[in-house]
């Protein structure tokens, strides 16, 4: 969907928006509409007990001089960011598939000037709502199809365009995630995913590609033993943006990419492995963050590193019981093959401190069926090594509407993952799996390193629609990451 911005109405436009604060028909300034029109609005309002609340829509149609002309009030709430967001996502799902094709949204009716920054999340949201993955319905009904095709915001602030900008590339980052996430497993796979993420280059990011035989000579005994199931070979996938130029790295973001997780020989159920294909979603939003950070030209040097594998039960696979040597040296005693996770990211996380030495990292991943347990899908779950570095994630999930809890680490929760013939085992007890997850991963963090593991497995896909998405691929993480970077590193 286009998005642009007009100092006047369009000559023409199939649908006129106006919003409205909560309580705020009365400021409604004389002239936006003529009287018999108002107090048609007013009628309508009254009547469908609108009072301004935000993604609250009301529609009214009104005589016009070519038939009949349609007009919306939208309720933008109190006026904030979020408020905003949950009215552009809210005009988007009703009129995307409705036969209307323009919009124009007209905020001279607020009597007064909007955020310009919530204006930029309005239309962010608008855009971003309207993301579709139909590449394989081939059969879809036009009532069905998307007309939606241009939105102009009218008497929008002076500077809400250079925000919208910014909002603009963090979308064009969502929509890789969204896509890498939502494509069946058949069509991403390491080497697949790789050569999805190539585009980036022609942005400005360079792009690492480490193969089996790399790894083999690296010592990645943790990740190559859940790929080694698979016909299809894991990948390490790294992308370096220097937005401040030559330097050293400011953050390094480090995110799981099972491309598809049977389990291995610690088979899952039948029910629901359909799902597994978005195992690779703290990958998929490294990727997005990535794309976001080199289209708006970030002022920061960030590495993303991308562990990618499929975890495939052959007679090649793995086995409970089996212990593998990992690039750290530390050996692992594998006590379930559906703990894979953890495996890869032990492996990635070691080999970007070792060959970027970053003194921040982050990393994200679809790790653990407890999350969800947890938090459900309202919620990533955070674990974090320094509070500062703690504070700094969750402040940009409340900034964005990624939203984290902290969870705690502690040696208690270490000692349940001791080996008795390894350095370390890679599952505990049923109880606080998540966290025993988190301090397994702890345990590959070198000292003075700041480190944070965000938990993201209820996040990543949606069977309910929100404010910026529909149900599936959410490219839940993409705006977290892209906040945490503008406020943290950039100058």
Known sequence: MHVSFAAARPDRAALLVLPVEKGGMDRIPAGILDDATLMLAHGAAAAARFEGEAGGIVELFTPAADG???????????????????????LAARYLTSGVTAIAVD????????????????????????????IYRTRLADRQKPTLESLALVNAPANAQDEWHEQLAVTGGLELTRTLVAEPPNVIYPESFVERCRHLADL????????????????????????????????????????????????????????????????KPAAGMEDMKWDMGGAGAVA????????????ANVVGVCGLVENMPDGNAQRPGDVVTSMSGQTIEIINTDA???????????????????????DLATLTGAMIISLGS????????????????????????????????????????????????????????????AQFLQR?????????????????????????????????GVRLLDRFVRDNFEG
Request: glycine share 16%.
């Open 378 to 437: 309202e919620h990533g779950g955070l674990f974090a090594n320094d509070d500062g570095l703690a504070e700094e994630l969750l402040s940009a999930g409340r900034a964005t509407g990624d939203h984290l809890w902290r969870f705690p680490l502690g040696d208690a929760y270490n000692k349940l993952i001791d080996s008795a013939i390894a350095d370390v085992k890679n599952a505990g007890p049923r109880g606080a799996g998540s966290i025993t997850a």
């Open 204 to 267: 400005g990011v360079e792009i690492i590609v480490l193969e089996r035989a790399d790894m083999e000579k690296l010592g990645m005994g943790a990740l190559l033993g859940v790929a080694q199931g698979s016909v299809r070979e894991g990948r390490i996938l790294a992308m370096r943006w220097n937005g401040k130029g030559a330097g050293d790295v400011d953050v390094a973001l480090v995110g799981k990419g099972v491309t598809f997780d049977t389990g291995g020989i610690s088979i």
């Open 288 to 299: 997005g963050a990535m794309k976001a950070l080199a289209l708006r030209k970030a002022k």
């Open 340 to 362: 894979e996770g953890r495996l890869v990211l032990s492996d990635a996380l070691t080999w970007t401190q070792a060959t970027f030495k970053p003194k921040t990292v982050v």
């Open 444 to 476: 590959f963090i070198e000292p003075g390193v700041r480190w944070a593991h965000l938990d993201i497995a209820g996040m990543v896909w949606a069977d309910k629609p929100g404010a910026t998405f529909d149900k599936g691929a959410t490219g839940f």
């Open 68 to 90: 009949v002309g349609r007009l919306v009030l939208l309720g933008v709430g109190a006026g904030g960011e979020g408020d905003y967001e949950r009215a552009g996502g809210a």
């Open 107 to 134: 905020f001279a009716s607020l009597g007064g000037e909007p955020g310009s920054r919530a204006v930029a999340r309005f239309a962010a949201a608008a855009a971003q709502r309207s993301w579709r993955f139909d």
